[in-house]
């Protein structure tokens, strides 16, 4: 199989280091990737959601199977294209990508199908009175979002009704969202604990992943501020047989008929980010794609031939390798990032250590060093190239959770680069705490 993986994260650094892993992938191509990825399969400097150059690409280098890592290129209708020229593709079209891409959409689809979720109103520009109005009698904390893509920031968490108004004009008035905020979604504040449930399917049939738990807050103990993900942790404990058997009956299952019956493609995984209460989940967001940094815990702990099962769901045969498995281990990844982020931070500073780890053993190593934003600079150093730069992962067979962090800081600590932050707190909460005597 000749494979293109789009996209230039440590998402795609996962897909890319587990399809090498295949017999069945003899060239494996990355568009644009990063230095990482570079040191694993050919880089090609494409935009992901250029669909034209895409296609073009594809069918140039008869490329057998599209993986598409980002939603951008998913929004932009890829798959849609891929699939004319019949071209299998690993991520849904256009109509169904909107349950990532329009938040209201996704809001609305809920309804419609029955799907448990936090209570809701959709308000346009035009319509800030009504908003305005409604804002008076909501329960505080309450949340609002930008409709579109927002690039992860498009959530904001408000305590008063003169910090929703703020919001409203934030987001109407000074467009901090752009066009992603030409809607607003108002709804009710759901607490509990957050986790991720991952669906891989055909369209038809599907089996879930290792569920796991993200950590979306900057500092320690979960405080500061919003980010695309400080690090995550796989099998997530929260998510019991019984919440899973929940998820999969009320929230995945309505879902893919759903979107049978309105006609909407979906071929891939579907993210279910979660909110757990009460031994009960409902629906926070959906994501049409692998999150990210969950994919760096829930594609290590996949059992089998990763290409073939890609394949399979692009081809409506996923039947053939059911029930999915995964290994008997758990795996923890810490994300360091450049100093400032979310906000402004600069770049290119060099990452030293990184070759203490070859990026060509297995995972039966037990560390992989995914690469988030890195470039080679002149000199041929590794440099870094974004908010998120690495995300350094630890596999522990059996249940040894706690070991599994240790291992994964231990690796952190052989890597730096000048700024270099990030958590030391990955995956603490899953640990049970010892009992007094």
Same mark, same amino acid.
């Given at each position: 199989?000749?494979?293109?993986?789009?996209?230039?994260?440590?998402?795609?650094?996962?897909?890319?280091?587990?399809?090498?892993?295949?017999?069945?992938?003899?060239?494996?191509?990355?568009?644009?990737?990063?230095?990482?990825?570079?040191?694993?399969?050919?880089?090609?400097?494409?935009?992901?959601?250029?669909?034209?150059? $895409?296609v073009g690409f594809a069918l140039k280098e008869r490329i057998d199977?599209? $993986?598409?890592?980002?939603?951008?290129?998913?929004?932009?209708?890829?798959?849609?294209?891929?699939?004319?020229?019949?071209?299998?593709?690993?991520?849904?079209?256009?109509?169904?990508?909107?349950?990532?891409?329009?938040?209201?959409?996704?809001?609305?689809?809920?309804?419609?199908?029955?799907?448990?979720?936090?209570?809701?109103?959709?308000?346009?520009?035009?319509?800030?009175?009504?908003?305005?109005?409604?804002?008076?009698?909501?329960?505080?904390?309450? $949340?609002?979002?930008?409709?579109?893509?927002?690039?992860?920031?498009?959530?904001?968490?408000?305590?008063?009704?003169?910090?929703?108004?703020?919001?409203?004009?934030?987001?109407?008035?000074?467009?901090?969202?752009?066009?992603?905020?030409?809607?607003?979604?108002?709804?009710?504040?759901?607490?509990?604990?957050?986790?991720?449930?991952?669906?891989?399917?055909?369209?038809?049939?599907?089996?879930?992943?290792?569920?796991?738990?993200?950590?979306?807050?900057? @500092?320690?103990? *979960?405080?500061?501020?919003?980010?695309?993900?400080?690090?995550?942790?796989?099998?997530?404990?929260? $998510?019991? *047989?019984?919440?899973?058997?929940?998820?999969?009956?009320?929230?995945?299952?309505?879902?893919?008929?759903?979107?049978?019956?309105?006609?909407?493609?979906?071929?891939?995984? @579907?993210?279910?980010?979660?909110?757990?209460?009460?031994?009960?989940?409902?629906?926070?967001?959906?994501?049409?794609?692998?999150? *990210?940094?969950?994919?760096?815990?829930?594609?290590?702990?996949?059992?089998?031939?990763?290409?073939?099962?890609?394949?399979?769901?692009?081809?409506?045969?996923?039947?053939?390798?059911?029930?999915?498995?995964?290994?008997?281990?758990?795996?923890?990844?810490?994300?360091?990032?450049?100093?400032?982020?979310?906000?402004?931070?600069?770049?290119?500073?060099?990452?030293?250590?990184?070759?203490?780890?070859?990026?060509?053993?297995?995972?039966?190593e037990g560390l992989a060093v995914f690469h988030a934003a890195t470039k080679l600079d002149e000199h041929?150093?590794?440099?870094?190239?974004?908010?998120?730069? @690495?995300?350094?992962?630890?596999?522990?067979?059996?249940?040894? @959770?706690?070991?599994?962090?240790?291992?994964?800081?231990?690796?952190?600590?052989?890597?730096?680069? *000048?700024?270099?932050?990030?958590?030391?707190?990955?995956?603490?909460?899953?640990?049970?705490?010892?009992?007094?005597?």
């Open positions: 199989m000749r494979i293109l993986v789009l996209g230039s994260g440590a998402r795609e650094h996962a897909i890319v280091w587990k399809l090498r892993q295949s017999p069945l992938a003899s060239k494996i191509f990355c568009a644009p990737g990063n230095a990482g990825i570079g040191q694993t399969c050919e880089l090609v400097n494409i935009v992901p959601t250029d669909v034209k150059a $895409v199977l599209v $993986v598409v890592g980002p939603e951008g290129p998913l929004a932009a209708g890829v798959a849609d294209a891929l699939e004319e020229e019949r071209i299998p593709v690993f991520g849904p079209h256009r109509g169904a990508a909107l349950l990532e891409s329009s938040k209201a959409f996704a809001k609305e689809f809920m309804h419609r199908h029955g799907v448990p979720t936090a209570r809701y109103a959709v308000f346009t520009s035009p319509e800030q009175l009504e908003a305005r109005a409604f804002l008076r009698h909501v329960n505080y904390p309450a $949340v609002i979002k930008a409709d579109g893509l927002a690039a992860g920031k498009g959530v904001i968490i408000v305590e008063t009704e003169a910090e929703a108004l703020d919001t409203m004009d934030d987001i109407f008035s000074r467009r901090i969202f752009g066009e992603a905020g030409a809607r607003i979604v108002i709804e009710e504040f759901m607490d509990g604990e957050e986790a991720s449930v991952f669906a891989m399917t055909d369209g038809v049939d599907y089996d879930v992943l290792a569920p796991a738990q993200d950590h979306k807050r900057l @500092l320690d103990g *979960d405080r500061g501020k919003n980010t695309g993900g400080m690090g995550a942790y796989a099998p997530a404990r929260i $998510v019991s *047989d019984k919440i899973m058997e929940q998820v999969r009956k009320e929230i995945i299952e309505p879902v893919l008929k759903g979107l049978r019956e309105e006609n909407r493609t979906y071929r891939g995984v @579907l993210y279910c980010g979660l909110m757990i209460k009460n031994n009960r989940a409902r629906v926070v967001e959906f994501n049409v794609r692998f999150g *990210d940094p969950e994919a760096e815990v829930v594609i290590p702990l996949l059992e089998g031939d990763f290409a073939d099962l890609l394949l399979r769901c692009a081809t409506g045969k996923l039947k053939e390798v059911m029930p999915l498995k995964n290994f008997d281990a758990c795996a923890v990844t810490i994300v360091m990032t450049s100093q400032g982020y979310p906000d402004s931070y600069e770049t290119g500073k060099i990452i030293e250590g990184l070759d203490t780890f070859d990026q060509k053993k297995e995972i039966e041929g150093h590794i440099v870094t190239s974004g908010g998120r730069v @690495l995300a350094v992962t630890a596999v522990g067979y059996g249940d040894e @959770l706690k070991t599994t962090i240790t291992a994964a800081y231990n690796a952190v600590a052989q890597i730096g680069f *000048d700024g270099a932050y990030y958590r030391s707190d990955i995956g603490n909460k899953a640990i049970p705490k010892a009992v007094p005597a």
